[in-house]
């Protein structure tokens, strides 16, 4: 009875990510795009910045809601919460002003959560994807946090993307660097994204050749075809045989013996 309640409570959290996954996609990309407008256009009007403060926080709403409905359908609610710490954490820190930016976390997580089930023959458009948007999201962060700063060297959003895909890639020219705690902040988050973001890349080539060479030491199985042909063969060989048998000339195989 418990097992098919649970198996029953499984199904439906499946059934509501399927519905939400589009839906929170596109809210996704509309938050982005409230969070990066005022940081790209500093002069735009005060209404609205109001405008894109609002959207962001209702997709931010919207973002609890789907999460407190996983968890209200969720089987064993406490095995949720600690499978989805992470997403509870970057839900609840981000209401803190200077933590603003960690919104973008959720934003990043959900893009890219739709890609995951992709096959390994997409991976480079994965890979190229997820990269493009953790340095154009980065980029927008620490924009945010840096300008305006005393002693600031990031100030605009050419230089973010600059700094942003010096971190990623771990090259650290150090002709821009942070200077603000929430500057940092992202700095840590960009560095650790990029370190994994390698790993999982050599991790998957490293699968992929391996099983390429696996592939190819494999003997093939044999077919129908193989098979009619090897029978086809031994009756050959043995009508062969009878006929020199039947002349009386010795088996060199030794066979008659």
Same mark, same amino acid.
């Given at each position: ?18 519905? *939400?996954?589009? #839906?929170?996609?596109?809210? *996704? ?12 256009? #500093? ?12 959207? +962001? ?92 700063? #005393? ?52 991790? *998957? ?11 190819? +030491? ?24 009878? *006929?020199? +048998? ?12």
């Amino acid at each position: 009875m418990f097992g098919q309640r649970h198996e029953s409570r499984q199904r439906a959290v499946g059934r509501w990510e399927q519905l *939400s996954a589009a #839906p929170l996609t596109l809210l *996704s990309v509309v938050f982005l795009a409230a969070y990066a407008w005022p940081i790209l256009v #500093p002069q735009l009007a005060h209404r609205w910045v109001v405008a894109c403060e609002a959207t +962001s926080l209702t997709i931010w709403l919207l973002f609890w809601v789907d999460l407190l409905v996983r968890f209200a359908l969720a089987g064993d609610r406490l095995r949720f919460l600690r499978s989805h710490l992470f997403d509870l954490t970057v839900l609840v820190l981000p209401f803190l002003r200077p933590l603003r930016a960690l919104r973008l976390v959720t934003v990043v997580l959900n893009l890219t959560r739709r890609t995951t089930d992709w096959a390994r023959g997409r991976l480079a458009l994965y890979v190229t994807a997820t990269t493009v948007l953790l340095v154009v999201v980065s980029a927008l962060a620490v924009l945010d946090a840096e300008r305006g700063a #005393p002693d600031a060297s990031i100030t605009s959003f050419a230089d973010a993307l600059w700094w942003a895909a010096v971190t990623i890639t771990t090259v650290g020219y150090g002709d821009l660097f942070p200077v603000t705690a929430a500057g940092r902040l992202v700095a840590l988050g960009l560095m650790v994204g990029g370190i994994g973001l390698i790993g999982f890349v050599t991790g *998957s080539l490293a699968t992929w050749i391996v099983e390429r060479v696996a592939d190819r +030491s494999r003997a093939e199985p044999a077919t129908a075809a193989d098979v009619a042909a090897l029978r086809d063969e031994i009756a050959a060989l043995r009508a062969r045989l009878e *006929s020199r +048998s039947s002349a009386g000339v010795p088996d060199p195989l030794g066979v008659d013996d």
